[in-house]
């Protein structure tokens, strides 16, 4: 069965102490791994697409990475405004549904 | 920029009548999917739709549930005879690659 696990639940941060999120997975045929954002009460927003391991992808503040069971969302120098909910999911290439994990909550303090 | 629209963004129903949520997802995307997300819970996938039908449901997608693509622009989630724990967030997505969601319909079922 095709799951995907994000850890930690929750982290706190103080602005500018950088850290890491990990997702692992298991998955039927791996057509790709995606990371979002969520805001409270909001959908999901599109961060990145990572596709075979080895592949990495950044932007602004935060660089994703992707080896054959798990991803990091590396978060350099936050601030507050990086605080929300991380997301992960997985597309499986063999049924075509889009499994999320339950998130990463941040909150980063001034 | 493009983006999925949702309607409406609250709906509140009574406890056994019908509702349906209504999404625009992006123009030339091939994939449409429904979520659920329960208040602090994470995102579930309901079903997925490819070329005029249902690819994959989850088994929440059960009889309660259907899904149209009645004009080729829209697509509807109806809920038939609604539950108190239906009660949710229903997000919206569509993609070729990538996934894009709607910033979602928040059902209260009274």
């Known amino acids: 069965e095709d799951q995907v696990t994000q850890s930690p639940e929750a982290l706190r941060l103080q602005e500018g102490e950088s850290s890491s999120l990990n997702c692992s997975y298991t998955v039927s045929g791996l057509r790709g791994l995606f990371w979002y954002r969520q805001d409270p009460g909001k959908g999901p927003e599109f961060l990145f697409t990572?596709?075979?391991a080895g592949e990495e992808k950044e932007k602004e503040r935060l660089k994703a990475t992707l080896t054959k069971k798990e991803s990091f969302l590396h978060i350099t120098a936050p601030k507050p405004e990086d605080s929300a909910t991380y997301l992960c999911?997985?597309?499986?290439?063999?049924?075509?549904?889009?499994?999320f994990g339950q998130g990463t909550t941040l909150q980063v303090k001034p | 920029e493009p983006e999925v629209t949702q309607t409406p963004s609250h709906q509140v129903t009574q406890m056994g009548q019908e509702v349906i949520l209504r999404c625009v997802p992006i123009s030339n995307h091939l994939y449409f999917y429904w979520y659920r997300q329960i208040l602090g819970q994470k995102v579930e996938f309901l079903v997925s739709?490819?070329?005029?039908?249902?690819?994959?449901k989850s088994e929440i997608f059960d009889d309660q549930f259907s899904v149209e693509r009645p004009d080729g622009s829209n697509f509807t989630l109806k809920i038939r005879s609604t539950k108190l724990e239906d009660s949710a967030m229903y997000f919206c997505?569509?993609?070729?690659?990538?996934?894009?969601f709607g910033q979602g319909t928040r059902l209260t079922v009274v």
């Open positions: 739709f490819y070329n005029n039908e249902i690819s994959e």
């Open positions: 990572l596709y075979s």
């Open positions: 999911a997985v597309l499986s290439s063999n049924t075509g549904k889009l499994i």
């Open positions: 997505a569509s993609r070729i690659y990538e996934a894009f």
